[in-house]
């Protein structure tokens, strides 16, 4: 037996209400160019629109101008989703409730989970939305994934309930020295004062 091995999320599709409340929001508020629609080709009376995050993948949204918008908390039963959440950068997250607040959006706050800060927001159909913004920046030719996992294996060695800002700095020169070489012999921490 062997596995399937994915490259990464191709695309993400969500139930939506009318074309025009899905423009509005996956463009209209988190910025994500709309690429395209067609018709749900499994399903003639449903659209299929077509948004950018960022990264060149894809969301899209099925949509029904029949199908009106209700805003109550989706499921949280077992295999629903919980939630989506989107990467912005430092400054527009600094920049995030203020654009929320212009709308009128209600949200939780800034959540720091050591590493990364979260703000979560329900779209008009009651979707829970992260906006994620992490609080480290991965060596050269490393990933955020590659850093996760070293600091979290530091954080077991250590003890810590949660990773913290101290394992993702040590996760950090470990990468650097594992990954990068050096003409010194004695790479330790040093004070030349």
Not at 12 to 19: E, F, H, K, S
Not at 23 to 51: A, K, R, S, T
Not at 122 to 129: M, S, T, V
């Amino acid at each position: 037996m062997k596995k399937i091995q994915s490259l990464g999320v191709h695309h993400i599709t969500l139930m939506g209400a009318d074309r025009q409340s899905s423009i509005d929001f996956w463009e209209g508020v988190l910025g994500m160019p709309f690429l395209f629609d067609q018709p749900n080709l499994d399903d003639p009376d449903e659209g299929h629109l077509y948004f950018d995050p960022g990264d060149g993948r894809l969301i899209t949204i099925f949509t029904n101008e029949n199908r009106k918008r209700v805003h109550s908390r989706t499921p949280m039963d077992a295999g629903c989703v919980h939630h989506i959440a989107f990467e912005v950068d430092r400054a527009m997250f600094d920049q995030a409730l203020a654009r929320l607040a212009e709308r009128g959006i209600g949200n939780s706050g800034v959540k720091d989970r050591g590493f990364m800060h979260s703000i979560y927001f329900k779209d008009p159909l009651g979707l829970l939305i992260e906006l994620a913004c992490y609080t480290f920046i991965p060596p050269r030719g490393s990933s955020h994934a590659e850093v996760m996992l070293q600091a979290h294996k530091l954080r077991v060695e250590r003890g810590a309930e949660a990773i913290e800002r101290e394992h993702l700095a040590d996760a950090a020169v470990m990468i650097v020295e594992r990954s990068q070489g050096s003409l010194s012999a004695d790479r330790s921490a040093k004070n030349p004062f």
